[in-house]
């Protein structure tokens, strides 16, 4: 028998033949496999069914859920890192405005050799000087007890206006050894450097002290530890906000007895700890530096005797 005859069918879009069948045909419009053509069910045309088609409301719908899932999940984030950042506020409350602020930085190094040297400090502004102008640096120094600062040295530099230096220390031995000495301090009033548009400079001659001898290293370590940088200005800048710790009193200057409030200013410094190494004698060479030393003092005794009695015009 020949099948009754279907209506006229229509073309599939991109496939170049057979009828386009209903869901009584056993395929669901709608439903595509990967050739792009619709999926033919093999079952029954009275028992197939087609799965309902999504709607564009419910793709949109779907849409806005996720959009508002995405929303709370950024804004529960967002409190959560605002929570923190309250929490931690006692803890940094001066990092962000720090944040801002230009770092001022300390160095010093020791100059010449041998047992007489300079001490060299260089402080550098990340501001211009220019806005520096009405400020005065002081620097505060420590002196170990290896080493020492000579006052009359100090006083005849600033006669020759060299440096703006001061001892504070009151009590002060100079020949006393380091063993028997005691820490003193020095004020240094700096001075802008010529090569540096925002640096300051000063300038202090050291010597070292005579040390105890050792059983074998022949060399002693001493540690010159970072000075206190005391800050005076006529007015406020932002450099004073951002990194005074304290206030200070201390001379205006050195050819002055009024006393300014200073700031003691937090700085970064190049090096944690300025170190220098001393030659120092040995124990087991005691005996012999001894006789040597009295043999050579009796002996220039006995020629200067010989000198005096010999050209000398004695009258009674």
Request: aromatic share 8%; hydrophobic share 40%; proline share 6%.
């Amino acid at each position: 028998m020949v099948a009754p005859r279907q209506g006229p069918a229509s073309q599939e879009p991109g496939v170049t033949g057979g009828p386009r069948v209903g869901a009584q045909a056993g395929f669901c419009p709608g439903h595509r496999g990967r050739w792009g053509y619709a999926l033919r069910a093999q079952v029954p045309p009275v028992t197939a069914a087609c799965p309902a088609r999504p709607s564009r409301a419910s793709g949109s719908g779907v849409l806005a859920a996720s959009a508002v899932a995405w929303l709370l999940l950024w804004a529960a984030g967002l409190v959560g890192r605002l929570a923190a950042d309250i929490s931690d506020a006692p803890f940094s409350a001066g990092k962000g405005v720090r944040a801002t602020c230009s770092e001022i930085i300390l160095r010093q190094e020791f100059l010449k050799d041998g047992f007489h040297r300079d001490l060299l400090i260089k402080v550098k502004f990340g501001e211009s000087i220019e806005d520096l102008q009405t400020c005065r640096l002081l620097i505060k120094h420590y002196i170990p007890t290896g080493l020492f600062v000579d006052p009359y040295e100090l006083a005849s530099l600033r006669e020759r206006n060299i440096t703006e230096a001061v001892m504070v220390s009151e009590s002060f031995n100079l020949e006393a050894p380091s063993y028997l000495s005691t820490e003193s301090a020095v004020l240094i009033y700096a001075r802008q450097d010529a090569q540096c548009i925002d640096c300051f400079q000063a300038f202090l001659p050291v010597h070292y002290r005579y040390h105890r001898p050792h059983k074998k290293d022949g060399d002693t370590l001493i540690v010159v530890n970072n000075p206190d940088l005391l800050m005076h200005c006529d007015q406020e800048f932002p450099i004073l906000k951002c990194w005074a710790q304290s206030e200070v009193a201390a001379p205006c200057s050195l050819k002055s007895e009024e006393i300014c409030q200073w700031k003691n200013m937090q700085y970064k410094s190049i090096l944690k700890n300025l170190t220098v190494q001393v030659p120092v004698g040995l124990t087991i060479h005691t005996s012999l530096v001894c006789s040597v030393t009295l043999l050579i003092t009796v002996l220039c005794s006995t020629l200067i005797l010989l000198a005096v009695f010999k050209y000398g015009h004695f009258s009674l």
